[in-house]
């Protein structure tokens, strides 16, 4: 996930609006649901204060790129603007409110989720920013945690950690305020909510308007953005409501150009009015159901599909060195290991096989055999080694005792090479982004001649032609390697 950040620098450095609208349209429903829940899940706030936060994305994009995990300051940023919105807004929320139908009003998802939901949220955001990121991914993501672990750069086993860590605090967080709950229970409460969509087409129209307002100035496009949406009808908020209680990847968004009437209607006519309009929303909601369940059938009849469909690919990487394939075979059997803990500690009882711990909404999306090793006979025993044989008779072990694991034989020019790397990389990374600076225009990466100008003093520099020289015999010992 750490391409957010790439596609911010692509807006920021390029000007790239299609780099924005995909960023757009990958965190809309984080940031739509979590304005949902914070506006007393009414789809007309929410909507308002999505167009803020992928505003204010935009008009700092620079910045924020540098930031870890876009997602988490976008949950961040959503509580802000809601805060802000539903101060001013109160008093015309308290009369929607009471116009609209207590039919309307009920919760699909249960007193209990209705009733712990804010506290919930104010519990998030007291959170640490690490503990808030691996809180929002796993369940308001519904990130897997080799994801989690890429995104806060850490690894599988660590964003587990600190994921159990972060419901701990959120436990405690809870408790201060008079609510009592296990961790394990918390995260079932959390990860059991339907995950919310945000409208049709939502999107499109947020990127748009964000791009609008910061190319063309906030003041202005802001205040008729803001004078557009307050002439939404009812029917779009209604239409917005009903998705919702729905709780599935189901989103209407019903946008009707009327003029200002030149006088308020009466309160009868306007109850009268939402009551028709709700009548012919109840039709449509049948209709809905009718589709979901069409769905439902669709999903079965895929996961039977993929269910009788192994779960590794046929070998991809037979040309790599020896040491290397020794070296990703290692870590495939290490996020294995990780994933069938996890899967026991979850479901208190070991894996069946390596299909429940692979696939799209599992713990590992898919195992790539390097060299024609077979992964499906692996033991799901938690603690035991686990073992694979290549095409060409290699066996490779990790065992998570430490004890018996294959030793890599990886070529001391390549070590060395990787050491310079890992010790030079800031000091080149700050280079380049100087590089960059000062020449805006040019485009890929500089070549090592033209970088050297750049490095703040002379050691960074002669530590990264050493660099160079060392990753010449390593590519020289890689092509003399075994295979």
Known sequence: MNDDAALLRRYADEGS??????????????????????????????????QQVFTALARDARKLSRHTVISAWLHTATRNAALNLMISESRRQAREQTALDPALNSSATGPQWEHLRP????????????????????????????????????????????????????????????ITSTAAALGAIVSNQPLVSAPVGLAATLAAQSLATVGAGAGLVAALISFMNLKLVT?????????????????????????????????????????????????????????????????????????????VRAATLGWAPR??????????????????????????????????????????????????????????????????TTADGMTVTYDPNGLSSTPVETPPEVVRAEDLGRKVGPAVQKATEAYRLSNPGLKGAPKPQALMAYFSNPQDGADFLEMLEAQKAAFAAQLKAPR
């Open 17 to 50: 609006q299609s780099a924005f609208t995909e960023l757009v349209h990958r965190h809309v429903d984080l940031v739509y649901g979590a304005a949902l829940r914070r506006t007393n899940s009414d789809p007309h706030l929410a909507a308002d204060v999505a």
């Open 119 to 178: 506290v919930i949220d104010a519990a998030i955001d007291e959170l640490p920013e690490a503990d808030r990121a691996a809180v929002v991914l796993r369940f308001l993501e519904r990130r897997a945690f080799a994801q989690i672990g890429a995104a806060l750069q850490v690894s599988e086993d660590a964003a587990r950690m600190r994921l159990e860590r972060a419901l701990e605090k959120l436990r405690a967080g809870l408790a201060r305020r008079g």
């Open 235 to 311: 029917g779009v908020a209604l239409s917005a409501l009903v998705a919702f209680l729905v709780g599935n990847n189901v989103g209407a968004h019903r946008v009707a150009a009327i003029p200002p009437p030149s006088e308020t209607p009466p309160p009868a006519a306007v109850i009268a009015a939402l009551r028709q309009d709700n009548e012919s929303l109840k039709a449509e909601l049948s209709g809905l159901h009718a589709d979901i369940a069409k769905l439902t059938e669709a999903n079965a009849a895929l996961g039977a599909q993929k269910a009788a469909t192994p779960p």
């Open 323 to 388: 040491y290397e394939q020794q070296r990703m075979i290692l870590n495939s059997l290490r996020q294995i290991t990780a994933a069938r803990d996890q899967f026991e500690l979850e479901n208190k009882r070991p894996p069946a096989s390596i299909r429940e711990l692979v696939g799209l909404d599992a713990y590992i999306k898919t195992v790539r055999p390097i060299a024609g090793e077979d992964y499906s006979g692996l033991t799901m025993l938690g603690g035991q080694p686990l073992s694979v």
